[in-house]
């Protein structure tokens, strides 16, 4: 069994407190790859992995039929109608993409402010906003009258020298999502570099030894590895940062510059950005909850994480909270008679269900964080979560979906009711998320091994000062 080096450690930083990581400190080394690396070899829960693949693999399988009838038949077989053209497609992809933000938030910020306990959820929350990225990002592709052309939105030379509408929310969607995906991918993989060399070393199969050595593109410890790994990691981080904020505001925009009542309104940009990152600090919490049951690896991902989860949580939530109470009172203070009509809507039509559990769910039980019991109990903050995922879920029908149904001509006032095939393809989109999430999490070491061990040998040096 290979037992941790000194090149297995980044060289040492500067000392901080010696509580900032939450660990235990007499967490060893050798403990600390038992329980992260050697995972791949010895899965703590074998059972449960499986349940959780068979289940992606179910709704993996939903989602492939649904995208088959709806290539087949068209996006008719979808609810849009007129004039409540933007609908489930829409609304899901606004969902996910702003799932994704908190993993780079957590990560890359956190990483820049150096806050030691980032260390124990960085893996999970870079990888959730991977695959949720990935979900949001097949949404604009399958609404194409042509999917397999849909290339054709990038700005790439041709023979027939065409390029793509600069103004088109599609031309929007391909630049945000492209650029999202490319960072959030060299973010988490620059990242497990040290760990994939980590597991080459320690695995005993030949097979093992192969895969984890390509992944870990000859990373041997030295000085100069470390040296360039660390410029090259804040580097992205740099870049991560803002993109959060320009790609959650800039799909705002794909609304705030219209003339919809509803939409158009200054207030939004901020308003996603809050409530993005709200989402994602929820589902953050709920796989770090799942995780520490799955792997075992309950003395890394220790209670202190799952209360700062929930004050990040309740933190963002409070920023959300404004955007409802701002987008309400700029309604009625703007003296538009039309943008009083839809925000009544909103607040006692067809769709005023979707306004009330957005406040319920993201306000009223939110409100449970308050306790340090509840932030710390791993059972509530897990239901605290899963209320705000519904709770921005239907934000984002409320937001979307209301304004289009009563729209300026009388006339064409029509409800919106979805399809069976679009609520197959958004629950078949977890299956999207889970099949692979459940593959990395059985062979990728799901904890920053390596920044763990630097936390607690730090930590050791400034008890020993």
């Known amino acids: 069994m290979h037992e941790p080096r000194s090149r297995d450690l980044p060289p040492a930083g500067p000392p901080f407190h010696a509580t900032a990581h939450f660990l235990p400190?007499?967490?060893s080394d050798q403990e600390v790859s038992r329980r992260v690396l050697d995972v791949a070899h010895a899965f703590p829960r074998p059972r449960a992995w499986w349940c959780l693949f068979g289940l992606g693999g179910v709704l993996l399988g939903i989602y492939l039929l649904a995208v088959i009838v709806l290539f087949w038949r068209g996006v008719g077989v979808w609810g849009n109608n007129t004039p409540v053209n933007w609908a489930f497609d829409i609304l899901n992809y606004i969902w996910w993409l702003g799932i994704g933000h908190a993993g780079t938030f957590i990560s890359a910020l956190l990483l820049l402010l150096d806050r030691p306990w980032r260390n124990s959820l960085n893996r999970l929350a870079e990888l959730m906003t991977l695959m949720a990225v990935v979900c949001a990002g097949l949404y604009p592709i399958l609404h194409l009258g042509r999917p397999w052309l849909f290339y054709w939105t990038m700005p790439y030379p041709n023979s027939m020298g065409l390029w793509p509408q600069f103004k088109s929310p599609t031309a929007w969607d391909m630049f945000a999502v492209l650029t999202y995906l490319s960072v959030s991918l060299m973010f988490l993989y620059l990242g497990a570099l040290p760990d994939f060399a980590a597991a080459r070393d320690r695995s005993r199969r030949r097979f093992a030894q192969l895969a984890y050595g390509l992944l870990a593109l000859g990373w041997r410890g030295s000085s100069r590895h470390w040296e360039h790994w660390r410029r090259a990691y804040r580097a992205i981080a740099l870049l991560a940062v803002p993109l959060v904020f320009a790609v959650s505001g800039g799909y705002s925009f794909l609304m705030a510059l219209g003339v919809q009542a509803g939409w158009h309104s200054t207030v939004f940009?901020?308003?996603?950005?809050?409530?993005?990152?709200?989402?994602?600090?929820?589902?953050?919490?709920l796989i770090a909850i799942g995780l520490r049951w799955l792997l075992r690896i309950e003395m890394l991902i220790t209670p202190r994480h799952l209360d700062m989860l929930g004050r990040l949580l309740l933190a963002t939530g409070w920023l959300t909270s404004y955007g409802y109470f701002a987008d309400v009172f700029m309604a009625f203070y703007s003296g538009d008679r039309h943008e009083i009509e839809v925000t009544l809507a909103r607040l006692a039509g067809p769709t005023a269900w979707a306004f009330w559990l957005a406040i319920g769910c993201n306000v009223g039980l939110l409100q449970a964080l308050w306790w340090r019991r509840v932030r710390q109990s791993p059972a509530a903050l897990a239901a605290v979560a899963v209320a705000v995922l519904v709770g921005m879920w239907a934000e984002r029908f409320m937001l979307l979906i209301t304004p289009q149904t009563?729209?300026?001509l009388l006339s064409s006032?029509?409800?919106?009711?979805p399809s069976v095939w679009e609520w197959a393809l958004f629950l078949g989109s977890f299956g999207v998320f889970i099949v692979p999430f459940s593959l990395f999490i059985r062979f990728v070491p799901m904890v920053s091994a390596f920044e763990v061990k630097q936390a607690l040998h730090r930590a050791r040096e400034v008890g020993h000062d």
Request: hydrophobic share 55%.
């Open 269 to 285: 940009p901020p308003y996603f950005v809050a409530g993005a990152v709200f989402s994602g600090f929820a589902l953050v919490a």
């Open 413 to 417: 006032w029509r409800g919106y009711t």
């Open 25 to 27: 400190a007499d967490l």
């Open 406 to 408: 009563s729209d300026f």
